[in-house]
């Protein structure tokens, strides 16, 4: 690393821990993380309510009847994702954090840390699509373990949709923000905010393909 890249990396040490800037963004993201944390489930029990009643051939607004019906049981589900999702960290981090504080000044070594990612998130992509088809036997009443074959027995389906419209996703969002780079000022800011627009339609649109699937193959069953 150059010196000026050494001057402005002890700059932003020396300013983050001399100061309460980082204690007050650290508060920050944790209250931001933990109304996320109560939003996310009630927003997906509305969703999944509404799906339900589509399905059977009715018309209406059923989110918020969701949220209210369903909220029990899809926290459940979510708080027990966050548990599966997160419980590789307890092995992964003290394996990976040498590498991503070597990173920070040589970037070149992050490599060493990729196939540890990379596992990681194909662990928490499987463990969110079976969950997400046992929610969806739950909240219909069908009962979860004849969900869990579902899901099973069509894997490769149910793969190839997560594959296909959250990897749109991504390069849009990184295409989205790429733009927001290159022009500054308000066309630059509402760019950005769009790129986490399409990011919730594409997520919205990946939870009734996966529903489609299920409901399909439940109704055959």
Sequence with gaps: MNSANSCFFYEGEMALTQGDLIRTFAWLLIGMLLIRMVLTPLIHAGIYYNLHQEAKGE??????????????PVTLFYILETLLVFAPAYWLLPKITPTLLAAVREPSVLMGAVPYI??????ACLIRLVLLYMQFGKTSGNGIF?????CSRHIGK???????????????QLLFS?????????????????S??????????????QY?????H???S
């Design 196 to 209: 986490y627009f399409i990011g919730s339609l594409f997520q919205l649109w990946g939870i009734a393909a």
């Design 178 to 194: 790429g733009f927001s780079l290159m022009w500054a000022g308000l066309a630059g800011l509402i760019l950005q905010q769009a």
């Design 59 to 72: 018309r209406g607004l059923f989110f918020f009847q969701g949220m209210k019906r369903l909220w029990k």
């Design 118 to 123: 990379a596992c990681w998130l194909l662990y």
């Design 212 to 216: 489609h699937v299920w409901s399909n």
């Design 218 to 220: 439940a109704r055959q």
């Design 158 to 172: 149910a793969a190839a949709l997560t594959l296909s419209i959250g990897g749109t996703a991504v390069v849009l």
């Design 146 to 150: 004849s969900a869990v074959i579902i």
